[in-house]
């Protein structure tokens, strides 16, 4: 069993950046591969970012912009987003799972509660 608890998220103007954490709970957690999620109001969630179990391999929908990275020694996840748009406002989740690196949503097996993040113009 994984607890994982985001933290982070805010309220940001348009062109801001933020950098989002994931603690997991547990020993094992360079076991599981770690992925970002995010649903925006009445959207349905999509996938942000995963980082495989080493953190030698990443997949990101906006590479420019955003990076996914993890310390294994503090159990922690990160993204950290640049150049924050509007269209970037949403819940952003933390996900855990015993997988390859993948963008499946249903790969996952453990997921935070998320943490808002809200762009103004």
């Known amino acids: 069993q994984v607890q994982l608890v985001e933290s982070g998220g805010g309220l940001v103007q348009a062109g801001d950046s933020l950098r989002l954490s994931c603690r997991a709970s547990?020993?094992?957690?360079?076991?599981?591969?770690m992925a970002w999620f995010r649903q925006a109001p009445g959207k349905e969630r999509e996938f942000v970012a995963a980082?495989?179990?080493?953190?030698?391999n990443t997949d990101t929908t906006d590479s420019v912009r955003f990076t996914i990275s993890r310390d294994n020694a503090k159990n922690t996840v990160y993204l950290q987003m640049n150049s924050l748009k509007p269209e970037d406002t949403a819940v952003y989740y933390c996900?855990?799972?015993?997988?390859?690196?993948?963008?499946?949503?249903?790969?996952?097996?453990?997921w935070g509660q998320g943490t808002q993040v809200t762009v103004s113009s």
């Open positions: 980082i495989n179990r080493s953190g030698g």
């Open positions: 547990g020993r094992t957690f360079s076991s599981y591969a």
């Open positions: 996900a855990a799972g015993t997988v390859a690196l993948t963008t499946t949503e249903r790969a996952y097996d453990y």
